[in-house]
């Protein structure tokens, strides 16, 4: 019974020995094979080495290993099953199989590992671009997971995030994963280039691993690519964010973006930054921006970057500018297309503002349209109308700033724009607060049809963001595909309508939902973009459940509030407005006056410090005219870590009675 036991316990180390053989990493990769295979292909290994590169094709489950010595023969890939969070120069020792995948041999399956911070520098091979240009034998083979090392290459071709270098033996082809310079340009000279060779379906490739590893010969000027300026096509009301990359292999001292509104006249200069602070991301991305101030509607703003080095050499963007340029339109604010509708009347033009209120209606016929809402800077709204169901459109979604190309026209009364597709549609951002409200009197008549008022005869603006409060006297239901509610705060009644098709037929107000009908007799507040009915105002609701609350119990912009004497003040007769607001400490305010056009009339605060403040209007506009009787809109917005917050409150200039 003792010898079987012993029969049995040599044979099961002799199965373990034969699955965990000790081998060096040159054992498992040296070969004779024409085909590259490695002798231990599909075996189970135990070998172990330094660590020569991590994260390789930024998966960090990827690293490569060496013998100590380095050299042709002595390195290979590791395809982990887990982040060993490993360092360059750490020694691993691992069981794992050995295993061939599109010509590149590695180890993977691993058993056992172990690792050791030891910090050892493995040397290059330095080879030439013969070896890996050379298909007919071995010579690249034995570079396959290699730390290697050319010199004195010349840049032969550039393609796509790959490039291709010869030192007159042969090429390379060298990958750009692993470094931040700017692609090189054809004919750039480098002193040397480092990296891991890798084997791909493609060829055998060179793997710099950083910054340190491709250093160019002779001092080239900063490289300018990927320049671009969000929104595409900014609004009046908007200014522009120029961003582009920008690198150099030593110092990028100064970048700056000139502009021009128009044909005649300078280029001015706006310093760009790589802080952060600029809508040019991350700091020290290499992404460089500059902010361009608003312009006319219609212009065109003409620029290019400019940049130097630490020495002096400078390069721009486009090469030949000025006489070449980057340029964009400036679009119509919805304001502009309401005063002026006639300059607008069909014409394909692009809308930017955030999108308050979605439907997806099923027509008389059964086919399905999507019908929604978007406001910008001006404080008016817009109507989007387009076949085909709001999925067809995933980027107009509720509480997205989104840029759209379409025709604007006239439909069924109404100014809309049509005529666009998904691919007309670009989102800028996502989870945008709803613009702040014009908090309507349910009896103002005058006000409410300004809102919606255009100057084409009979048709109707509609969209802009609006509030009423006051108590619900009467619901009625199945009116026509919706709900109507008709809401008073004692200076007479309006209809808000709720479509059956935003599914909506409860609110939640206090913590407890309601059923629409039960809302009769409740003092609410109702949020919701303005419509229209036989010419009358009405106001959109559904939108969200979260339109409808018990006055007081929003939340409000943090630190945000905004107080008017709810009274019409006489300018003529040396009357002035108090003003009072506070805003975030750390951000930065602006005060503006705008008529019910949307037009700008007066700026009374421009990027002052937040905090709580009083300010007094005289009444007058930029240009110390006193302005006309009527109703005006103060627009308070706050600027605070690139978020801004805003609250609007209608005012009346009025007369000595």
Excluded at 69 to 83: F, K, P, S
Excluded at 317 to 342: C, E, G, K, L, R
Excluded at 415 to 441: H, N
Excluded at 575 to 581: A, E, F, R, V
């Amino acid at each position: 019974m003792l010898k079987v036991w012993l029969f049995f316990l040599t044979l099961t180390i002799s199965v373990v020995c034969a699955l965990a053989q000790d081998v060096s990493i040159y054992d498992i990769q040296f070969t004779t094979n024409p085909s590259g295979t490695s002798p231990d292909s599909g075996l189970t290994v135990s070998t172990g080495g330094f660590v020569t590169g991590i994260n390789y094709s930024s998966n960090s489950l990827y690293y490569f290993l060496s013998d100590r010595a380095g050299g042709r023969w002595h390195g290979i890939l590791v395809r982990d099953n887990q982040d060993r969070h490993l360092a360059i120069g750490d020694s691993v020792h691992l069981s794992a199989q050995v295993f061939e995948s599109s010509g590149q041999t590695r180890l993977q399956n691993i058993v056992t590992w172990d690792s050791v911070h030891a910090g050892v520098a493995v040397p290059t091979a330095v080879i030439t671009c013969a070896i890996l240009s050379d298909s007919t034998t071995l010579s690249r083979e034995s570079t396959e997971g290699v730390l290697v090392e050319l010199q004195n290459v010349t840049v032969a071709s550039v393609n796509g995030s790959d490039f291709t270098v010869t030192d007159g033996s042969g090429t390379a082809v060298i990958t750009s994963y692993g470094w931040t310079h700017a692609m090189p340009i054809t004919g750039d000279s480098i002193l040397y280039v480092r990296g891991l060779v890798s084997s791909t379906p493609n060829g055998f490739r060179i793997n710099p691993r950083n910054d340190f590893d491709l250093i160019y010969t002779s001092n080239r000027p900063p490289v300018i690519s990927q320049v671009r300026n969000m929104p595409a096509a900014p609004s009046s009301l908007e200014s522009d964010t120029v961003t582009a990359r920008i690198t150099d292999e030593t110092v990028v001292a100064d970048a700056r973006v000139y502009y021009l509104f128009g044909t005649t006249g300078d280029y001015l200069p706006l310093s760009m930054f790589d802080d952060g602070m600029h809508g040019d991301g991350a700091m020290g991305d290499n992404v460089w921006g500059a902010i361009i101030p608003q312009g006319t509607p219609r212009s065109t703003c003409h620029y290019y970057i400019w940049a130097t080095d630490d020495s002096g050499r400078f390069s721009t963007s486009p090469p030949s500018a000025p006489q070449t340029t980057y340029s964009f339109v400036v679009s119509p604010t919805m304001a502009d297309i309401y005063n002026h509708y006639a300059d607008f009347d069909n014409a394909t033009i692009t809308m930017n503002g955030v999108v308050n209120f979605v439907e997806d209606v099923t027509t008389s016929s059964g086919s399905r349209r999507i019908s929604a809402y978007m406001q910008d800077e001006s404080g008016r709204g817009f109507y989007l109308s387009q076949s085909g169901a709001a999925s067809t459109y995933p980027g107009i979604v509720r509480g997205n700033r989104i840029s759209v190309r379409g025709v604007v026209q006239i439909y069924a009364g109404a100014v809309q724009m049509g005529g666009f597709t998904a691919a007309d549609i670009t989102v800028m951002a996502s989870g945008v607060p709803m613009p702040a409200p014009i908090e309507l009197k349910t009896g103002d008549r005058h006000t409410q049809r300004e809102i919606i008022r255009t100057s084409a005869a009979g048709a109707y603006g509609t969209g802009t963001w609006c509030k009423l409060t006051g108590t619900v006297y009467r619901v009625d239901e199945n009116v026509g595909g919706g709900t109507n509610i008709a809401i008073d705060d004692g200076t007479g009644s309006t209809t808000v309508r709720v479509w059956d098709s935003m599914n909506i037929d409860s609110v939640q107000l206090d913590g407890a939902w309601h059923p629409l009908h039960d809302l009769a007799g409740k003092f609410v507040s109702i949020y919701g973009p303005s419509s229209s009915y036989n010419g009358d105002f009405q106001l959109l609701g559904g939108g969200d459940v979260s339109d409808f609350e018990t006055p007081g119990s929003g939340t409000p912009a943090q630190g945000l509030s905004l107080d008017i004497p709810n009274r019409p003040f006489a300018p003529e007769i040396g009357q002035t407005l108090k003003i009072s607001y506070n805003a975030p400490a750390l951000g930065q305010v602006r005060v503006r006056i705008f008529d019910l056009r949307g037009r700008l009339v007066r700026t009374l605060v421009d990027k002052l410090s937040g905090g709580p403040n009083v300010i007094q209007w005289d009444g007058r506009n930029e240009l110390n005219e006193l302005l006309p009787i009527g109703t005006y809109i103060v627009h308070l917005e706050s600027v605070q870590s690139g978020n801004s917050k805003t609250k609007v409150k209608p005012i009346v200039v009025g007369t000595k009675l």
